[in-house]
Structures are given as C-alpha cells and as structure tokens.
C-alpha cells in the first residue's frame, strides 16, 4: 500500500510527542548513575538509535517554517528564532542541575564499553535508517528551480568483499539505488572494531587531527552510516567526543520516533551550522543526529534560518548471515 501523503505529514505523524508533554528529566546524578550500573539493562537487540563550557538551562524547540522543520536552542549564544516559527512541542528539556557535557559523554563512554557484543556473527552489516533530508531541483549554474523535505528510508547490506544489498525508498517510493551489489561495488571503508578501544581511539585522533567539534559530530553519524559499531568502537567514538571543545549537553529529548535519549550539540567554528547527537541514557547508542543551518546562504534552498537541512534516525543493525532482513 502507497504512503501518499507528504514527507512533512508523515514525520509529524511519526513524532508522538505533538500532543503529550515530556516527562520530568532525570536529574543528572540518577542518570549518571543509571550510565554506571551494570544491571541497567541494554537494547535486548543492541540497536542503534543522534566548548568545554558548563552547559546551563538549554531548551530545543522544532517548529514548522514554511514547510520545514526549524530549530532555535536557547543555550547557545546568538541564536533567534525565525519570527515566522510556530512551535511544536518536541523539545529537549534541561538538566536540573549545571551539567558537564564531558561528565555526560564520559559516562555514556564507559557505559557503552560494557555493552554486550555487537547483535549477529555473519559476514554482512545490516543497517537501518530513516533519514529527512533537504532535497533541491537546480539548473547548471546553480539556480534552484524547486526543493523539499525528502524521506528517506535505507536498509544495507555489505560484506567485507564491497557485496552486498541496497532496500531504500525516497519519499515511499522505491529507489534506483536499491538492488543486489556484486564485489568491490559498495563502500566498505570502516574501522577495525576487533580493536581495543585505546588503540581505536588513536585512529580516531590521528583521522581528526585539526577538525572542530561539529567536525566529529558528522564523522559520528558517519561512522554509524557505515557500520555495525562494536561496543570499542563505540566506547571511543564517545571519549572522542568528550574531549572536544565547543560541545553543549542539552538535556533529554525524545527522538522523531518516539524514543527517549540524551541531546548533545556542537555548533561548526564559522557559526553558520548547528549538529546534535540524540544518545541512549542507558547505553549510549546513537538515535539520532541533526544538522541545522544557521546563517543564510547555508541551507540548499532559499530559506530563512534556522532551519533543519538533515535528520537520521537508526532503526536497527546487526551482522547477519545473508541480506534477508534479521
């Protein structure tokens, strides 16, 4: 059965905090603690779900702009919301206590590295993302003739040899990405998550030499992208990420699918985008990540910011015998 309504329609369907309030956050002591004990129990399925200053009250609100999903966050500096915004509830609420955010992605580190082994032990990356993304019609010199929020939905598969499988619809409509991948035909570039998590922190520090924190933001998502992420490569990714200055911890948020997690941001050096990681408060995992374009010209379509330009969300991921669905 066709999906015919629009993108728009069908993400804010999918949001199920338009008509509840969020619940009273946690304070930050019971979610560090929750990070630390061993019984707090993992995903059963271990699925992926997102300046050094000391991060006060920081609330994020999305509201619709002329079609698109706008974001202002108080708790940055410099930061307005379009006067044309109307607000929908979904928002991340603040800690109730001045927050660390190396505090937060310290322990989010720890917890991750006592997380179980990655889900499966077949030959294939199994990834699924459903993904919002600004999509534009131009002519050669750049003129953009139209544009839309596009929804994206991707399943993966990949061996080590680059075989594997694409299952992917853009706004409910099959792709032309999707089909089987003979060797050596997809990207199978990653780390080597069979690593101990200090030696792949290295990596990740050489690989990251010079860049900002935003910066590490993207590479995050990206390395999600790409692969099932082991519990040690988890573990250092998030240590990378407490490490870098420029990030704000933003407090609790439910993701656009409903789930619950911790919001961290980082806005890039020129000022001119915003990235958030939506993370697990009970493993860490990765929910969600945002990219919100701050200044104007930024944004691929003549809009007016702030405006959300990419979203993904991860759905699941395992390693699996063979590219049928786990």
Known sequence: MTDDRDPLTRMAAQRDTLDTELAPVDGLRTLLGRLDDPASPPHATRRPRTSGF?????????????????????????????TAAVEAPWRSLPFDEATMESDVLE???????KQPDTRGEGGYDYIHTSAWRMSTEQTIDGVVLSWAMEEVDREEWHAADGSGRIAETRDGLPSSANGP?????????????????DRLERQLHEMGRGHDAAWWFDTTADIWRDQVVSPSLHSAILRILAQQNG??????????????????????????????LVLDPSTGDLLAAETIALADGVAPAPVTPPVTVGYTVWIDSARVDDTRRP
């Open 107 to 113: 322990h989010a580190a720890a917890r991750a590295g």
């Open 181 to 197: 991948y003979g060797p050596g035909e997809l990207d199978t570039a990653g780390f080597d998550d069979a690593l101990p998590t």
């Open 54 to 82: 000391l991060a006060t009250a920081a609330v994020a609100t999305i509201a619709l702009v002329g079609g698109l999903v706008a974001l202002g966050t108080i708790g940055f500096e410099n930061t307005t919301r379009s």
């Open 247 to 276: 990030t704000a911890a933003l407090g609790t948020t439910k993701d656009r699918i409903g789930r619950t997690g911790i919001a961290v941001g980082a806005d890039s050096s020129d000022g001119t985008t915003r990235h958030i």
